[in-house]
């Protein structure tokens, strides 16, 4: 069984973007989401894959991803998904020994720029670079999976 173990913060400043090793582009689009579990299609670059996450808040969650055809997930995000789309340039920040991914949204959640990181196992204790603020990984808004359903550009006073 995979389950995926990440934390999930905001930003304090633009610092980090001086330490990026690489950027990726993502466009992803839901096909369900339910009270336990959503299925998405993502693209970056030449490749494709089908996700299954639970939905499960906070640190740890179960998540199956499959590679797919590219020609198949460019007509499902176009025909199946529900918009908005997901768009995001993926920034790779390697510090303290741990991967960063910092997600910088686009379209209707533009201006929003959350940071991940994936552990290895439960209570893993990480550094806090500098550049982190507040942790939202029990904020349900901040899950790309509602920012789909409502975007970061619909919200008010945050």
Not at 99 to 107: K, N, V
Request: hydrophobic letters at 35%; a negative charge; aromatic letters at 10%.
């Amino acid at each position: 069984m995979a389950i995926e173990i990440e934390h999930k913060f905001l930003l304090s400043s633009d610092d980090w973007r001086k330490y990026v090793s690489h950027s990726v582009k993502y466009r992803q689009g839901y096909l369900s989401s339910q009270a336990t579990s959503s299925i998405r299609i993502r693209i970056s670059n030449d490749e494709a894959w089908l996700n299954i996450k639970s939905a499960t808040v906070g640190t740890h969650r179960h998540e199956y991803e499959y590679p797919i055809p590219m020609a198949d997930a460019s007509e499902i995000l176009k025909n199946l998904c529900r918009k908005p789309l997901i768009e995001k340039t993926r920034h790779f920040v390697t510090e303290n020994n741990h991967l960063w991914e910092i997600d910088e949204f686009e379209g209707d959640n533009q201006g929003l720029i959350v940071a991940e990181i994936e552990l290895d196992t439960i209570g893993q204790s990480f550094s806090k670079p500098l550049w982190l603020g507040r942790e939202v990984t029990d904020d349900l808004r901040y899950y790309n999976n509602n920012l789909a359903s409502h975007p970061y550009s619909e919200w008010h006073n945050d």
